[in-house]
Nanobody
C-alpha cells in the first residue's frame, strides 16, 4: 500500500523560503513521475510542480515559475520542493503524488491515496 509523508512546512514571513520533502513507501517510486500539489482553504487541490523519473525534467505552473523548484533523489525516493520568495497566496496544504506525463496545470494525482500534507502559511 502506497504511503506518502510530506514534511517541511511551517509559518514563514512573505519573501521567505521553505523546503518541502516527500517520503514515499509501498512501491518503487523511482519509476514514477511525481508532482507537488496544494490546496488552499475552500479551493481545489491543484498541481504546483512535477518532475519526470527518467531525466528529472521539471514542470511548474505559471504562478510559481522562478520561485519553486522541484527535485528528486531516485536512490532515496524523496521528492523535494524548494520554495523561495513566498507570498501569502502560497498559503496552503502541500501534498505529493504520482502524476502522468505529459503534464499540465490540470493534471491530477494518480496514486489513489494522499498523505496528510504539510501546511505552509505565509504572513505579511
Amino acid at each position: 500500500q502506497v504511503q506518502l509523508v510530506e514534511s517541511g512546512g511551517g509559518l514563514v514571513q512573505a519573501g521567505g523560503s521553505l523546503r518541502l520533502s516527500c517520503a514515499c513507501s509501498g512501491g518503487t517510486f523511482s519509476v514514477y513521475h511525481m508532482g507537488w500539489f496544494r490546496r488552499a482553504p475552500v479551493k481545489e487541490r491543484d498541481l504546483v510542480a512535477a518532475i519526470t523519473w527518467t531525466d528529472g525534467k521539471p514542470y511548474s505552473v505559471d504562478s510559481v515559475n522562478g520561485r519553486f523548484t522541484i527535485s528528486r533523489d531516485n536512490d532515496k525516493n524523496p521528492v523535494y520542493l524548494q520554495m523561495i520568495s513566498l507570498k501569502p497566496e502560497d498559503t496552503a496544504s502541500y501534498y505529493c503524488n504520482g502524476i502522468l506525463w505529459p503534464v499540465s496545470a490540470t493534471s491530477k494525482g494518480t496514486f489513489g491515496t494522499w498523505g496528510q500534507g504539510t501546511q505552509v502559511t505565509v504572513y505579511t
